[in-house]
């Protein structure tokens, strides 16, 4: 591994659960792709054909995480034909943030610049990568996909989440957070580098397993005065089916009780400091 800037005693501490990398092509952009996937069969393949035309490959390396999925949709020839230059397939404990946290710290070891997420279920449009990459060169250092500003789409959204997103979640991160944000539920993101690396940030804890990375980071790097934008996408469900890992009762629940952490501090690195201490206390 190449570390670039990454002093090795703070590398030494990031809490990455274990992966494997059954292929790696080695960096060839300056700004790498992230794509978490678990299990979504047609879906990921559709979306790779999607970022084939538009040329991703061209501009960012695409890197698929995948949380372990068994339904033989990331066949590596299949992924090689699409333009992927990497696969990474976790082994260790966790959901969406675990698998972030494997894509984000092998990224950042490769030394790429900045890091676009787009979930791999096919719900966002790929034609706007370049532009959250173009922002990045600017200096912004976190670029938020949304579908409720001027230019966004919204196609079948449940009308409970859309109602959540709208009248909880987007306007609780924006009063904490100080920025005013209007999508904050969705994955399709990009960071820079400076961001990923900050130790206020504290990107590589334990703490962050299932969906409490994209509210934290929507809480705290405002916070910390880097400099944030949203970026009008199309958001797309099909009819009928909705493609999701967050389902239920349990799982709305389970949103809400990140949420309230994340805008409380519950999440801040001093904050999991201390109760760590307690806890071993």
């Known amino acids: 591994m190449n570390y670039f800037d990454i002093a090795p005693e703070v590398r030494s501490t990031w809490q990455v659960p274990c992966f494997d ?5 080695g960096r060839q952009q300056p700004w790498c792709v992230v794509v978490p996937v678990i299990n979504e069969g047609e879906r990921i393949n559709n979306l790779l054909s999607r970022m084939a035309v538009l ?9 698929i995480v995948d949380g372990g999925s068994n339904d033989g949709s990331l066949a590596l020839a299949s992924l090689q034909q699409k333009g992927v230059r990497g696969l990474l397939v976790k082994t260790g404990p966790g959901k969406l943030s675990a698998q972030l946290r494997c894509g984000y710290a092998f990224a950042l070891d490769q030394g790429y610049e900045g890091i676009v997420t787009i979930d791999g279920n096919d719900k966002d ?24 500003i001027a230019g966004g789409i919204a196609e079948n959204t449940p009308k409970s989440r859309d109602l959540a997103i709208r009248f909880i979640h987007a306007p609780m991160l924006s009063l904490f957070s100080g920025f005013s944000w209007t999508d904050t539920t969705q994955g399709f993101r990009a960071y820079s580098r400076k961001m990923l690396l900050d130790p206020d940030i504290a990107l590589f804890r334990n703490v962050f397993m299932t969906y409490e990375l994209l509210a934290y980071l929507s809480y705290r790097a ?43 501090g519950r999440y801040n690195p001093a904050e999991t400091e201390s109760i760590g201490k307690l806890t071993a206390g």
């Open 21 to 25: 990398a059954p292929l790696w092509l």
């Open 55 to 63: 040329k991703i490959d061209a501009i960012a390396d695409i890197v």
């Open 125 to 148: 449009d790929p034609a706007a990568i370049p532009d959250f990459i173009e922002a990045l060169t600017r200096g912004v250092d976190f670029v938020q996909a949304s579908r409720f």
């Open 222 to 264: 405002p916070k910390l005065g880097y400099r944030c934008l949203e970026l009008p996408t199309t958001r797309q469900y099909p009819k009928g089916e909705v493609p999701t890992k967050i389902s239920g009762m349990k799982g709305n629940l389970s949103v809400l009780q990140v949420l309230f952490r994340a805008c409380f």
